[in-house]
């Protein structure tokens, strides 16, 4: 009953013996690979999407857009686009970069050495900030894409607004006409 539970090992504190790292480490790459292309899928998807609700937005609901926010759906539109292309050039990189490190593991098998796995390599480290690149560009076109679509539909809702107030206005005019012959 008087032990020291700080200075007895647990299982908690002992390290994992090799099989079970290995094990562990393969399913931690695993679950990172799955990750990374649903990543990759959603900002392409999410990308050409935005994209094209854009385009149908101004094509069926602010078929006359103000003038004053066109430069934001013009850099809503470059933005998503790069989001769209360093989401392409990251999966390129990526494949270069597992080509990489499996040619360096092939070399060093061959020779019969260790496999110099120093990281990040190139085309990790670019792939990882291709990865950061689109999440922003995308975050920063639909922001703007959001922007004007939230600017021209409070015009439109004004032009709706004043378009009933007139025609009611006229009804009224030419009721009171009526009337009076």
């Known amino acids: 009953m008087g032990e020291n539970r700080l200075t007895e090992p647990s299982n908690c ?15 931690y790459n695993a679950s990172e690979l799955e990750a990374s292309g649903r990543y990759d899928k959603w900002i392409l998807t999410l990308s050409g999407g935005a994209l094209g609700i854009s385009i149908t937005f101004v ?11 066109l430069w934001l759906l013009g850099v809503a ?6 989001a ?16 990489e490190t499996r ?23 670019i792939t ?13 076109g639909v922001s703007c894409l959001c922007a004007f ?3 021209n539909l409070r015009a ?7 378009g009933i107030q007139h025609e009611t206005t006229q009804t009224t005019n030419i009721t009171a006409t009526a009337t009076k012959d």
């Open 156 to 162: 439109l809702h004004h032009e709706q607004e004043r």
């Open 84 to 99: 769209l292309l360093s989401a392409l050039w990251s999966l390129v990189t990526s494949q270069l970069g597992i080509r």
């Open 59 to 69: 094509e069926k609901i602010a078929k006359n857009p103000n003038p004053d926010t």
């Open 103 to 125: 040619d360096e593991l092939d070399l060093a098998q061959s020779e019969g050495r260790a496999p110099s796995l120093t990281y990040p390599k190139r085309f990790t480290r």
């Open 13 to 27: 504190c002992l390290p994992l013996g090799e099989q079970v790292y290995l094990e562990v480490r393969k399913d």
């Open 77 to 82: 539109w470059v933005f998503l686009v790069l």
């Open 149 to 151: 679509s939230f600017a």
């Open 128 to 140: 990882g900030i291709l990865n950061w690149v689109s999440l922003g560009v995308f975050t920063l």
